[in-house]
């Protein structure tokens, strides 16, 4: 049910649209876009999988395609199953994005001021808009429903996520991992979760902040290759 | 591709069937089903999680009561999304399942032969039949899918896995989780993964046996309360 409607304000002249600053920046502006990931996104969801394969150093464990990641994601409706936010930046505001809008999950949109502009050597693979030639890729979270028992509600786990090198220590994680978390609050879900190497203590003090707590007794079991093929028989 | 098939054997006399002996067991005898729950399953679910809960000594932390339970699972087909297989025993064979019957997953049923009757002390709220007082629901297994991008591939999680006391150390626990691996073949899955608390010694040494792999590195991160609720304004 909408909250009453406040009665109308007292003062009869109509005065101009108050602009929140941060969205008519002064310097070195960066704007900021995250939106629902598609099918036409997977060449650039590939290479960013692979940068983070190479980051965790473990690029002999990666062995994804685009014709993989093609086959496997993006077949269901968001939010019930594997879902990708991308996050794109412009040097200025966005034009439409080309990519189709989910009724349920609009592109949001932020802005940032850069003490200094962003070099990007990688700017040429990693154009989004085919019409806009500074729209690039940033980052990406993929994500999927996960549930808890005890609270006997779905949550979301975040499996992956990732901002490209020349893009880090500006907020941006934090704007994906927030994004991840907004929607869960909307579906009324009960957690987030994810997982952190236990020696990357920058990122457990940024997930901290965050409001996150660290569980420190669990341990994750993975059975995979022969171990799993041999409950097939 | 299936393999050539073998020439036929040279012995023309029909011989009787051969009967494995664990079909026909002598002494103490227990028949053994597992299928996929179904919402009206709830009440049982309900009760395993609530024990599940006192297991691991968090039974503060267990809100589920049965309409939270019954509105958040079984509302997808089965494997996509939220996946319960119920583990259900009984002293004599099973007649066919008054539960509907999944027709990618009929219910697998084995024998097990022990050197003492079982005594349930709770068969009287664990039936699960109407039309045979002795089949009771014995534990659990919930599960749904996740996603390796390393392998672009999806997975299993496993959430809980539980047998209740009276029918530990039977190999129930085993056959509950090389369920949902042989699941995870046949769908052609890259992994199944679970947690497990770091000082649960025997749960791990069970785990390895079975060919798991238990991550020391890796830490689960929750954003959950409060802290996920900041996310929503």
Redesign the interface.
């Known amino acids: 049910m909408a909250a009453a409607a406040p009665p109308p304000p007292p003062t009869p002249t109509p005065s101009p649209p108050f602009t929140l600053p941060e969205t008519t920046p002064i310097g070195n502006p960066l704007f900021v876009r995250i939106r629902l990931a598609t099918k036409s996104d997977v060449p650039h969801i590939h290479k960013l999988?692979h940068q983070?394969?190479l980051f965790e150093r473990?690029p002999h464990?990666?062995?994804?395609?685009e014709s993989?990641?093609s086959?496997?994601?993006f077949n269901?409706p968001p939010f019930?199953?594997?879902t990708v936010f991308l996050l794109e930046v412009s040097p200025h505001p966005f034009s439409p994005s080309p990519h189709p809008t989910h009724p349920f999950y609009p592109p949001t949109i932020k802005t940032t001021n850069l003490d200094l502009p962003v070099s990007d050597p990688e700017k040429e693979v990693f154009r989004s808009d085919e019409n806009d030639n500074d729209v690039v890729v940033a980052g990406f979270v993929?994500f999927?429903?996960?549930?808890?028992?005890?609270?006997?509600?779905?949550?979301f786990?975040i499996?992956?996520l990732f901002v490209r090198e020349c893009y880090r220590r500006m907020g941006f994680g934090k704007m994906l991992l927030?994004s991840v978390?907004?929607q869960?609050?909307?579906m009324g879900y009960?957690?987030?979760?994810?997982?952190?190497?236990?020696?990357n203590v920058d990122a457990?003090r940024f997930?901290e902040e965050?409001?996150?707590?660290?569980?420190?007794?669990?341990?994750?079991?993975?059975?995979?290759g022969?171990?799993?093929?041999?409950?097939?028989h």
């Open positions: 999988i983070l394969a473990l464990h990666c062995s994804a395609t993989s990641i086959a496997t994601l269901s019930h199953s594997f993929l999927f429903p996960n549930y808890s028992t005890f609270l006997a509600k779905p949550g786990y499996e992956d927030s978390a907004a869960a609050v909307k009960g957690r987030v979760e994810w997982a952190v190497f236990n020696w457990i997930y965050m409001g996150a707590q660290v569980l420190q007794e669990w341990r994750i079991c993975r059975l995979a022969d171990a799993l093929q041999a409950h097939g």
